[in-house]
């Protein structure tokens, strides 16, 4: 069975702090690995990454990804309270045509 | 920026009663998804529909769901027979390709209250 385990659960931080945010898996046939912010409904895309080692950027968040130790981490510099959301790693595997989700890491970020 | 539509934002309905969840994923996409979330929970998948069929669905989609795309643009969930287990919020998706290539854009969902 396909396994996504997001850590930390949840963390506060204050404004101009970074955070660090984890994702490991264990799929069969692993194909993409995409980041999510949830706020209050719908889970918005920020990154999808299919290779090792290149790191993608978008603003303050960055991502990369690590297939031989099966994780991967999202980085947002500079937080602001905007920031706060769950995040979420899903992943994708060659068997079907699904994404299987992680727990999430609820992240505050305080004035 | 276009994006996936889902109505009703809030459905309330008694055990046993037949719901349709309806979503309008964004126009050039196709491939087409069901995703919930259990209050608490991760999210989880339901079913992937591409050309007009069903091309995965978890054991949670069993014989009281069905999906179906009616016409050009709508794609609905259907759940027969409602039981309190089904209460969570349903999100539905899409992708211009398969999850190799493009990732899925998700609706505000419909949170669905079985009572």
Known sequence: EDKVVQSPLSLVVHEGDTVTLNCSYEVTNFRSLLWYKQEKKAPTFLFMLTSSGIEKKSGRLSSILDKKELFSILNITATQTGDSAVYLCAVGAAAGNKLTFGGGTRVLVKP | ?115
């Open chain 2, 1 to 115: 920026e276009p994006e996936v539509t889902q109505t009703p934002s809030h459905q309330v309905t008694q055990m046993g009663q037949e719901v349709i969840l309806r979503c309008v994923p964004i126009s050039n996409h196709l491939y087409f998804y069901w995703y919930r979330q259990i209050l608490g929970q991760k999210v989880e998948f339901l079913v992937s529909f591409y050309n007009n069929e069903i091309s995965e669905k978890s054991e949670i989609f069993d014989d009281q769901f069905s999906v179906e795309r009616p016409d050009g643009s709508n794609f609905t969930l259907k759940i027969r027979s409602t039981k309190l287990e089904d209460s969570a919020m349903y999100f539905c998706a899409s992708s211009e390709a398969g999850i190799y290539n493009s990732p899925l854009h998700f609706g505000n969902g419909t949170r669905l209250t079985v009572t």
